[in-house]
């Protein structure tokens, strides 16, 4: 019984945080046991802009460690937000904000999208990044994608 509830807390923590969507997912190696590696597509639509939606692709490994969500995903990320609709801001916005969050491991690392916004330009900037688990060194992955506020 205790293993059980073990196991489902572990799968708990690394389950997406705040995937809204899932578009799809594309196998990129076979795995004999346990689900393949796969790139998937989520789709994210931020919180304080109507309008707005990001779609980010990451990998996520699979095998035995993947499909119990113990793994740790690679670092392999893009992203491209998109005015899906007339974009409002619902509020004021701060220069900096972390907008999403979804575990890429048990413990240690996560992806994240900060959103900054471009004042002058009227553009808001769309930034993924990783934190890094314990022990690896390196640098955070990025990448960056814009989307302009008045559809310019």
């Not at 509830?5 to 799809?24: D, E, K, S, Y």
């Not at 779609?55 to 993947?66: D, F, H, L, P, W």
């Not at 992203?79 to 491991?105: N, W």
């Not at 992806?111 to 002058?120: C, K, P």
Request: glycine share 10%.
């Amino acid at each position: 019984m205790k293993m059980t509830w073990i196991v489902a807390a572990l799968l708990t923590m690394a389950a997406p945080a705040f995937a809204q969507n899932r578009v799809g997912a594309v196998d990129t190696t076979f795995r004999l046991v346990g689900r393949n590696d796969r790139v998937v597509v989520d789709r994210y639509d931020d919180p304080k802009v109507s309008g707005v939606s990001c779609y980010m692709s990451r990998a996520e490994t699979g095998g035995v460690k993947g499909s119990l969500g113990l793994a740790t995903d690679p670092n392999r990320f893009s992203i491209a937000c998109r005015a899906t609709g007339p974009v409002k801001l619902i509020g004021k916005l701060p220069d900096k904000e972390e907008v999403f969050g979804e575990k890429a491991s048990v413990f240690f690392k996560e992806v994240r999208v900060t959103r900054l916004y471009d004042q002058d330009k009227q553009v808001l900037v769309y930034l993924v990044w990783s934190t890094i688990s314990l022990g690896t060194g390196g640098s955070a992955f990025n990448s960056v994608t814009a989307v302009p506020i008045n559809g310019n």
